[in-house]
């Protein structure tokens, strides 16, 4: 017997990942080094008692959606939840993209844009980011003009390189777009200016945000979008019924109580930030300036990927980015612990 093949076009595609490598030091996919508050984990650990687990969940995730509405002063039916901030790019794929329709990206950026959106039959339309990896608002219009994408990808902060979007900016991405502009603001609790600002129904803008970050829920697997209530309508018909478990919906009741908490680990990270990019700069390396919880740097001396396996062998894991497209020779690191940091800076230093 022969096993059918799958879609010949997915052979093409290599899958998104970091390699998960067993070492001591993790700073490769910008996680929080912190754990939850104590209290999150008991008051969930006493939700868990209470869930019926023989029923659905709530298919609306209705707490969970006024927990957030309420959390950026927005309406319940302008949020979207999914498993993961990747689950709502896919949905809003699904349901603005697809065969005959194109969604645009700025490399260097979040490769799960472009990916998702091949997944879904998607064209991808590539523009490029200048050398300093903003955005030209020249290059924006052209593409515009030429391709008029449905969708058009802004990462803010931008994953790999750590640049935010400013309001004019992102006005001006608006004001040219032909369809859907999506901020990707995983990282946005990082930066000082957020897209949600500018969110309405009649704006063609929905701003992605994830508890894998700031909300150290990575094992959790919980993302949303705040959006036009009409777009939020059109992801729910993409969802699958009872997507988000009941478990996950209580987590983020619980967690959005904890927001002050959250607070003060982004301020942890923001302060920590400042003090491995001066590491970086006096280890002599290239660094740019970064608005998330993670720094994107080049060193000068040795090439990425003996840097990446010095780093390996010496107990620490961090992202090379260097085949990335205009990122060669650059890798990423996450912000950790000042434990983890300095054990990584001490880890540069001897490779370099
Ligand atoms: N967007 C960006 C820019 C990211 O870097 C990540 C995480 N790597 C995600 C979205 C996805 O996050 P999650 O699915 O964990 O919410």
């Not at 931008?158 to 935010?164: A, E, L, V, Y």
């Not at 969802?239 to 619980?254: R, V, W």
Request: charged share 20%.
């Amino acid at each position: 017997m022969t096993l059918p093949s799958s879609r010949p076009d997915l052979s093409l595609r290599e899958g998104y990942h970091s390699p998960q490598v067993d070492v001591a030091v993790r700073l490769n996919t910008n996680e929080s080094p912190f754990p939850p508050p104590e209290a999150w984990v008991q008051a969930l650990a006493a939700e868990a008692t209470r869930i019926r687990y023989n029923r659905y969940p709530d298919r609306s995730a209705t707490r969970l959606r006024e927990a957030l509405a309420e959390l950026h002063r927005v309406r319940p039916e302008q949020v979207f939840c999914a498993n993961g901030s990747n689950e709502v790019l896919q949905s809003i794929c699904l349901a603005y993209g697809g065969p005959g329709r194109s969604a645009a990206v700025f490399e260097p950026t979040y490769a799960l844009h472009s990916h998702i959106a091949h997944l879904t039959s998607t064209a991808v339309v590539e523009g490029r980011r200048r050398e300093d990896f903003e955005l030209d608002l020249a290059d924006v219009a052209e593409l515009n003009a030429a391709s008029r994408p449905d969708i058009t990808f802004l990462c803010s902060p931008n994953n790999p390189t750590g640049n935010s979007v400013d309001p004019t900016t992102a006005g001006a991405v608006l004001e040219g777009a032909a369809g859907l502009v999506v901020v990707d603001e995983a990282y946005g609790q990082f930066a000082d200016w957020s897209a949600i600002s500018l969110v309405d129904d009649d704006v063609p803008l929905v701003v992605t945000r994830t508890f894998s970050k700031t909300w150290s829920m990575a094992a959790l697997r919980l993302g949303y979008l705040v959006g036009p209530a009409p777009v939020v309508a059109a992801l729910e018909r993409v969802a699958l019924p009872y997507h988000l478990d009941a478990l996950k919906q209580a987590a983020g009741c619980l967690a959005v109580r904890y927001n002050d908490e959250m607070q003060e680990r982004v301020a942890a990270v923001v302060a920590e930030r400042r003090r491995l990019s001066s590491a970086l700069e006096s280890l002599g390396v290239t660094v740019w300036p970064s608005s998330a919880n993670f720094i994107l740097f080049r060193p000068e001396t040795r090439k990425a990927g003996e840097v990446w396996q010095g780093l390996v062998d010496a107990g620490v894991l961090v992202r090379d980015t260097s085949s990335w497209p205009g990122l060669s020779g650059c890798l990423r690191v996450t912000i950790g612990t000042r434990v983890e940091d300095d054990l990584f800076t001490a880890a540069l230093e001897e490779v370099l």
